[in-house]
Nanobody, 118 residues
Framework: QVQLVESGGGSVHPGGSLRLSCVVSGLNLDQYGMGWFRQAPGKEREEVSCITNYGNSRSYSDSVKGRFTISKDRVANTVYLEMNNLKPEDTAVYYC???????????WGRGTQVTVSS
């Protein structure tokens, strides 16, 4: 059974940092690119960042480039999203998924809430 479990969300002030984790079980991350996505209230889900199956290539949306870093631990079967200099517009539920495009992601986690406010 495939499971993706996100954690690490919370409430921070603008400029703060959080590190999200996505623990994956039931499949080998070496076979999947992994993505982080987010959905803010009243908005559509959007792609945030992606890392290829062996971790040799990463991509970011323009809104988070230079502030967020995606990584993966292939031994721990875990994907991370380091988020720095957080802004109120980063407030959303963050999801990890197997795949880098919303329409092609096969498995999804339940999400973790990130709230940035003063």
């Amino acid at each position: 059974q495939v499971q993706l479990v996100e954690s690490g969300g919370g409430s921070v002030h603008p400029g703060g940092s959080l590190r999200l984790s996505c623990v994956v079980s039931g499949l080998n991350l070496d076979q999947y690119g992994m993505g982080w996505f987010r959905q803010a209230p009243g908005k559509e889900r959007e792609e945030v960042s992606c890392i290829t199956n062996y971790g040799n290539s990463r991509s970011y949306s323009d809104s988070v480039k230079g502030r967020f870093t995606i990584s993966k631990d292939r031994v721990a079967n875990t994907v991370y999203l380091e988020m720095n200099n957080l802004k109120p517009e980063d407030t959303a539920v963050y999801y990890c998924a197997t795949g880098c495009k919303i329409g092609f992601a096969t498995y999804w986690g339940r999400g973790t809430q990130v709230t940035v406010s003063s």
